[in-house]
């Protein structure tokens, strides 16, 4: 199938802390794969894209590399503010299909 | 200007009664999406909508019907609503989304009663 599988949350760091949020995806075709974010009460942005094997993708200080060969686009961010707190979802399109799949979302949480 | 806006923000109504959400993107994209999210946050698809057409439908009860008068706009009507339709729905538009990415609306709280 097309799935994605998400690590579950919640995720609570202290600020400043490593974060990395695990994301996989069965390896079905060759899709291109995105984290997008939703913050309390809002809509989901797009936080950051691949599109082929070994891509990094990268916004605001997060980062995910497009890994082929372990079928994961795991999220991570050196040091995590307060204000990254949302919940996270991993997401893929197969091609041929134009439509988004997503993972089960992970909740951070980031204390003071 | 809001790129992918949808209409009402919130909506409460009671079981039985027929509702429409509306959306529309200036972004010139040719393709838009309804989204379901649960309350566990989960995100389906229902449908999408190339230049007016209907590309794909997922498993929804056909008391939702999607209707998009042109490639900006795609509204969601519901008939005959359930408890279980409560939710939030997203709206979505791309153009080439996998180079591209997908733009979502900011959602519509559907509480049926």
């Known amino acids: 199938g097309n799935s994605v599988t998400q690590m579950e949350g919640p995720v609570t760091l202290s600020e400043e802390a490593f974060l990395t949020i695990n994301c996989t995806y069965t390896a079905t075709g060759y899709p291109s794969l995105f984290w997008y974010v939703q913050y309390p009460g809002e809509g989901l942005q797009l936080l950051l894209k691949a599109t082929k094997a070994d891509d990094k993708g990268s916004n605001k200080g997060f980062e995910a590399t497009y890994r082929k060969e372990t079928t994961s686009f795991h999220l991570e961010k050196g040091s995590v503010q307060v204000s990254d707190s949302a919940v996270y979802f991993c997401a893929r399109e197969n091609p041929g299909r134009r439509a988004l799949t997503f993972g089960s979302g992970t909740r951070l949480q980031v204390q003071p | 200007d809001t790129a992918v806006s949808q209409t009402p923000k919130y909506l409460v109504t009671q079981m039985g009664n027929d509702k429409s959400i509306k959306c529309e993107q200036n972004l010139g994209h040719d393709t838009m999406y309804w989204y379901k999210q649960d309350s566990k946050k989960f995100l389906k698809i229902m449908f999408s909508?190339?230049?007016?057409?209907?590309?794909i439908n997922e498993t929804v009860p056909n008391r939702f019907s999607p209707k998009s008068p042109d490639k900006a706009h795609l509204n969601l009507h519901i008939n005959s609503l359930e408890l279980g339709d409560s939710a939030v729905y997203f709206c979505?538009?791309?153009?080439?989304?996998?180079?591209?990415?997908?733009?979502f609306g900011s959602g519509t709280r559907l509480t049926v009663v």
């Open positions: 979505a538009s791309s153009q080439d989304g996998r180079r591209n990415g997908y733009t």
């Open positions: 909508y190339n230049n007016k057409e209907l590309i």
